[in-house]
């Protein structure tokens, strides 16, 4: 192969290189599908074992329950408390770590199974009751996800959605031996309002609770923001939006303050 030959195919190849999108970005349609892009090609195995939970009521409160041997009930007792019972258990649905979680809409609520090769998964998810089944509070939604794997030692994750995730918050990280779970914080609003970019921070279902992820020394993160009509997710070293919450001990409902983080300002972190 001539010397003029070899630099021609070189010259041609350029432009194709220059087209290719970069590895540490991505575009997709919508944020459900930008978080679903970040689990393993490994696919978690889901099925809805119930989509209309029984009413119960008694002394104790009201109880609803699926027709499902040994799975997690939701049970309403007096003021506005709920619990979340696994047998002889009960877990507190209310007060979490996230902050409080409203009461689910029951009307809406569905019990899925979700298993990896060694673990099981029931999972209680739904909207919220009262205030978030109106207007921009829609957004939320509420994941009680119990490890199942062990009967007689269930562990327990009260977990929050943001932008309409539900149950896609959930997967597998590639070698990841647990189940994942993507925790969306609105980073900036649009001039209209609207939430057009989210921190990403993912974390792991451990044995001693919910766990953040690490690679690399670092804890793994991640920018999901709308741009020129298409949600785009990228690497971050930082989260600033989401620490200084956590390091505040706020809710996760707790509006932005815009002048802590600004993504239009200072895109990298």
Known sequence: MSLTYRLVRYCLAIPLLAALPLAQADTHESPSTAVQSLWSGEQVSIGVLSSNLVQQVSRDGTEYRSEVKNAP??????????????????????????????????????LLEMNLPKKRYQVLAGSGAGLFSVGDWQRYGFLYVIDASRASAPVYYPLYTEANLAEHALGRLPDSPVLDYARLVPASRSEAGEVDAYEVSLYALGRKGVERVFREGAPLAYLLKYQDGAWIIDRVKRTPVTTARDEEHRAFTTPLRPALFSVKENGQQ
């Open 73 to 110: 009930s939701y049970v309403e007792t007096a003021g506005e408390a709920a619990w979340i019972a696994v047998g002889r258990k009960r877990f507190n649905a209310v007060a979490t770590p996230w902050g409080n979680f409203p009461r689910l809409a029951m009307r809406s609520a569905r």
